[in-house]
């Protein structure tokens, strides 16, 4: 297998070279391509009114100044010869769980992967304090491993990885495949005034409440217990049909115009 693996906290992070060494350990071929400088909370960004910087790092590496997305889309479709068989994306300073996964750079960057018909798996550290990576080398090794020799993931589902921090909740209990739970950000923010009179804020807060029944990926990971979640690119709301329906039909529009074909 071939493989691309990048990520949002950029080409030095220590995270990736944590999940960069377990994959050249489990695959045949690998290749990385990632921010050259931090992105963390970019989402699915991408760069379109300059162009990107590419420094060839040597033996199928590249450090690009642009964001995660914009480094697995320039790899599949111009840095690589060939399509490789799997994205991977990460280890994240810091877990990428529940509404993280709308914010985070590291599953955007998978996501990509995923959009462009490769599957993808990425990677997270459950971590508020100290970031102890090379604890993961397992876990993650375990789940590639399982990736390799599992049958293949559908083209249109990714998997988001979270790993409970050793130092906050031990060894690893397990794994358990999960749905998505829900992190309630305190959503602090300052304000300050420059000598110029400029006003400045700025957003963030650690403290948090997670929520989520005992199949969530918030609850396990409190329980410490990897947690694997499937996910895709579609955002369609299935549920929300009828309520969009009825909303047409109100319209005072001809009837040939309500319906979506």
Same mark, same amino acid.
């Given at each position: 297998?071939?493989?691309?693996?990048? !990520?949002?906290?950029?080409?030095?992070?220590?995270?990736?070279?944590?999940? %960069?060494?377990?994959?050249?350990?489990?695959?045949?071929?690998?290749?990385? $391509?990632?921010?050259?400088?931090? =992105?963390?909370?970019? +989402?699915?960004?991408?760069?379109?009114?300059?162009? $990107?910087?590419?420094?060839?790092?040597? %033996?199928? #590496?590249?450090?690009?100044?642009?964001?995660?997305?914009?480094?697995?889309?320039?790899?599949? !479709?111009?840095?690589?010869?060939?399509?490789?068989?799997?994205?991977?994306?990460?280890?994240?300073?810091?877990?990428?769980?529940?509404?993280?996964?709308?914010?985070?750079?590291?599953?955007?960057?998978?996501?990509?992967?995923?959009? !462009?018909?490769?599957?993808?798996?990425?990677? +997270?550290?459950?971590?508020?304090? #100290?970031?102890?990576?090379?604890?993961?080398?397992?876990?993650?090794?375990?789940?590639?491993?399982?990736?390799?020799?599992?049958?293949?993931?559908? +083209?249109?589902?990714?998997?988001?990885?979270?790993?409970?921090?050793?130092?906050?909740?031990?060894?690893?209990?397990?794994?358990?495949?999960?749905?998505?739970?829900?992190?309630?950000?305190?959503? =602090?923010?300052?304000?300050?005034?420059?000598?110029?009179?400029?006003?400045?804020?700025?957003?963030?807060?650690?403290?948090?409440?997670?929520?989520?029944?005992?199949? +969530?990926?918030? *609850?396990?990971?409190?329980?410490?217990?990897?947690?694997?979640?499937?996910?895709?690119?579609?955002? *369609? =709301?299935?549920?929300? =049909?009828?309520?969009?329906?009825?909303?047409?039909?109100?319209?005072?529009?001809?009837?040939?115009? #309500? #319906?979506?074909?």
């Amino acid at each position: 297998m071939y493989v691309l693996i990048s !990520n949002d906290d950029g080409i030095d992070a220590p995270g990736l070279a944590v999940l %960069e060494r377990a994959a050249r350990e489990v695959f045949d071929d690998v290749a990385v $391509v990632a921010p050259l400088h931090h =992105q963390s909370a970019m +989402s699915h960004a991408v760069t379109l009114n300059r162009p $990107v910087l590419c420094n060839d790092l040597g %033996e199928g #590496r590249w450090a690009l100044d642009g964001k995660p997305a914009d480094c697995v889309f320039l790899a599949l !479709n111009h840095l690589l010869e060939r399509k490789p068989d799997l994205v991977l994306s990460g280890i994240n300073n810091g877990p990428n769980l529940g509404y993280d996964t709308v914010y985070s750079g590291t599953v955007a960057a998978a996501r990509e992967g995923l959009m !462009n018909e490769v599957p993808a798996v990425s990677f +997270s550290l459950a971590a508020t304090r #100290r970031f102890d990576h090379e604890a993961c080398f397992g876990p993650v090794s375990d789940i590639l491993r399982a990736v390799r020799t599992a049958p293949p993931l559908p +083209s249109d589902v990714m998997l988001n990885v979270n790993i409970p921090s050793h130092a906050e909740y031990g060894t690893p209990r397990g794994y358990r495949a999960c749905s998505l739970g829900t992190r309630v950000f305190a959503n =602090q923010t300052e304000e300050w005034t420059d000598p110029r009179g400029n006003r400045f804020l700025w957003l963030g807060g650690w403290n948090l409440d997670m929520k989520g029944g005992e199949d +969530s990926d918030t *609850y396990w990971i409190g329980q410490g217990f990897v947690t694997i979640t499937p996910l895709t690119w579609d955002m *369609y =709301q299935k549920t929300g =049909q009828q309520t969009v329906e009825n909303l047409v039909a109100s319209l005072d529009l001809p009837e040939t115009q #309500r #319906r979506c074909q």
